[in-house]
């Protein structure tokens, strides 16, 4: 599974990469997880505000930091 942050790293951005990180060991699952930081590519997923998080190249949330629960409830999703 990939993860990935949109963010220009800000502590939003930080603190979304965080509770992905403990949603994946809360879900015992291999996942690698990757900060995109150039706007460049952010915009390439059609996000407009950050931070957003993706999985498996779909954009699942933007604009917000997403609690625990609802990261992995997204990845159940992909799985």
Partial sequence: MEIKILGSGCSNCKKLEANAKEAVKELNL????????????????????????????????????????????YINDEM
């Fill in 30 to 73: 291999e996942a690698d997880i990757t900060k995109v930081e150039d706007i460049k590519d952010i915009m390439k997923y059609g996000v407009m505000r950050t931070p957003a998080i993706v999985i498996n190249e779909k954009v699942k949330m933007y604009g917000k930091v997403c609690t625990v629960d609802e990261i992995k409830k």
